[in-house]
């Protein structure tokens, strides 16, 4: 022992441990680990964060997908458009004119309407599935050609959306003052002895700030490009071009022209919005506000204080003066220019909700409908079918040659370069980007075996769908199932073959059966994967619109993944919210899986 430790372990003397240099250091590695551990947190707190909010955000538009609307009215099954001679034969029935069943139902409980263009947008209340049904209903059952019976139509997405407050909804304003028509159809007026439409005027005022604001903004940009060109003229030497000079001058002179014009408007539409009281006009961007009076509707087109004056939607029974409490003022806060359905539309489906004849329901039919073109009646039954053959391809040939290839390799394989290089490239095949395999299957599969060996069009098939997701999928269980294999202690093969057993009886009578759980683990991920795999069946044609079932492996078929995929490129809302449906049935059926793997693990798990 040296002489510096010696003295440090003399009794009474100062512990190393103890210094105020080993106190620094030991606060500084409580501090490190305090914001390691803060680190941590802060990862899984955003972890979580951004998991409910993906999931909140799935849910939110999902639950509007599985709703759907429908319109009572009485249909008349006149003999005359679909049965005339009274065959019953359910092809004579298919070829009838179910829509203009539908149609004739809706003029009736709108009598008034009877300009052509008004028919029209009648006549979109109700979804093209309404005709298919009505079709269905007659053709299995004949004895109701002849009748009225009371149906449930199928609403349109755009009525559908209204339903659900998507696409605005009616609230109701405080008011007072009794309200007095002139006019009962067409162009009427209205007028109040308080000042009841205050509050639509001041929107309409506020409408017109924006616009002189927007003039303005508009008119600094001019004002910005003035300075730009007049900056480029200074920058010219003597010697430049003269008609570039020329040019940027008449550049500059159209800027303060349009410059000019917008200040103008700019200070008029502001000179309107600041005088009380005055007349305006509801612009399309502004709400919608509606009069309900006299067992009629109003929608208001200019606005003052005591005074408003518009198109009668629905024509008034009377021109008596009606109370405070006889007459309401409306409004739909989602102007008529940011929404799909009118205001016409709205209003009708107003008078049908207030007769109880718009009702909304569970949407089955999105679980057991195909695809289709209107967001109303399409579904996902045909693309879950899709999607079930082609698992059933993969998981059939995926799964005994990935577990035979571990099998091999971990068991019966020489230990040389062969191997070694087959290792490194079932590693490497298992991060390759999943289009890659698509590629291969397009190219092989579809265009060699198919077209060349076979002579039958594979393309847009469960059959080179589970084909292509095979190959993806075998790397992942070769890797998990030789991991499973390895962590079978090798005693319990040695004492097998101590006993007599040979290396075959040994492999597949006692470590395959211990290794059987981590291998089901291993495969179920990888199905899991390839049920959400969409960019490889996209190669080779599976995009396609299907709206049979298939009903075999060599069907043309879609899968669940590429139908959202579709679905998701489509403008409308209402697929937005069939999309968001189908995505949280493929989360269910993949948070099904993992279960699964995970409940096998917990069950089947040894301790050696």
């Avoid at 620094?24 to 409580?30: A, T």
């Avoid at 989602?334 to 359905?341: Q, V």
């Amino acid at each position: 022992m040296d002489q510096t430790s010696h003295q440090s372990a003399k009794p009474g003397a100062p512990s190393v441990h103890r210094t105020s240099a080993a106190q620094g250091r030991l606060k500084k590695r409580y501090r490190i680990e305090a914001w390691f551990k803060a680190c941590g947190m802060l990862a899984v707190g955003l972890a979580c964060a951004a998991l409910i909010w993906l999931l909140s955000s799935v849910v939110g538009k999902a639950v509007g997908g599985m709703t759907e609307t429908y319109i009572t009215l009485p249909v008349t099954f006149d003999k005359a458009e679909i049965d005339p001679k009274g065959s019953g034969d359910p092809k004579v029935i298919r070829g009838g004119n179910f829509s203009g069943l539908i149609k004739t139902s809706l003029r009736g409980a709108f009598p008034f309407i009877k300009k052509r263009r008004d028919k029209l947008a009648l006549y979109k209340l109700t979804s093209n599935g309404a005709e298919l049904e009505l079709r269905h209903r007659a053709m299995n059952d004949p004895s109701i050609i002849g009748t009225t019976q009371t149906i449930r139509l199928l609403a349109s997405d755009d009525v559908d959306l209204y339903v659900k407050g998507y696409e605005g909804e009616l609230r109701t304003l405080a008011h007072s003052g009794t309200a007095t028509p002139v006019g009962m159809s067409g162009n009427v007026k209205v007028r109040v002895d308080a000042n009841a439409f205050q509050a639509a005027l001041e929107k309409a005022k506020e409408e017109l700030r924006r616009k002189a604001d927007a003039l303005r903004q508009q008119a600094q940009r001019e004002e910005r490009a003035i300075g730009v060109f007049e900056g480029r003229i200074k920058a010219l030497p003597d010697d430049a071009n003269p008609d570039l000079r020329s040019q940027y001058e008449s550049r500059i002179t159209a800027y303060k022209s349009r410059r000019d014009t917008l200040m103008r408007n700019a200070q008029e539409f502001e000179k309107r919005a600041n005088t009380d009281g005055g007349r305006e006009l509801l612009s399309p961007s502004l709400p919608s506000y509606f009069v309900f009076i006299n067992g009629g509707v109003i929608k208001v087109e200019t606005v003052s204080p005591n005074m408003i004056e518009g198109q009668a939607l629905v024509p008034l029974s009377s021109e008596v003066p009606a109370g405070a409490t006889d007459w309401q003022l409306k409004v739909n806060p989602t102007s008529e220019s940011g929404r799909r359905i009118g205001d016409k539309q709205a209003t009708w489906i107003e008078v049908l909700r207030a007769n109880g004849k718009v009702e909304t329901n569970f949407n089955w039919r999105f679980f057991t409908a195909s695809d289709s073109r209107e967001a109303e009646t399409a579904g996902i039954w045909s693309s879950a079918a899709g999607s079930f053959w082609t698992m059933l391809i993969t998981f059939f040939l995926s799964f005994p040659i990935g577990v035979a290839a571990a099998i091999y390799l971990e068991q019966f394989a020489p230990k040389n370069r062969i191997t070694d290089f087959i290792e490194v490239n079932i590693n490497n095949l298992a991060a390759v980007p999943s289009i890659v395999f698509g590629l291969l299957g397009l190219a092989v599969i579809i265009e060699f075996i198919g077209n060349d060996i076979f002579g039958e069009q594979l393309r847009s098939t469960a059959l080179a769908g589970g084909i292509v997701l095979a190959l993806m999928s075998l790397p992942t269980i070769i890797i998990a199932s030789r991991a499973a294999i390895k962590a079978v202690p090798p005693s319990i093969k040695e004492a097998a073959l101590g006993v007599g057993a040979s290396n075959e009886q040994a492999v597949f009578h006692h470590v395959l059966p211990l290794a059987m759980p981590g291998i089901l683990t291993g495969t179920i991920i990888a199905m899991a994967q390839a049920l959400g795999e969409t960019a490889p069946l996209l190669m080779i044609g599976m995009v396609a619109f299907i709206t049979e079932v298939p009903t075999s492996p060599l069907d043309n078929a879609s899968v669940l993944p590429v139908q959202i995929f579709r679905w998701s490129d489509f403008p409308e809302r209402a697929f937005e919210m069939r999309t968001a449906a189908a995505i949280l049935v493929l989360l269910v059926f993949l948070v099904i899986m993992n279960t699964i793997a995970v409940l096998l693990r917990k069950r089947f798990e040894r301790r050696w």
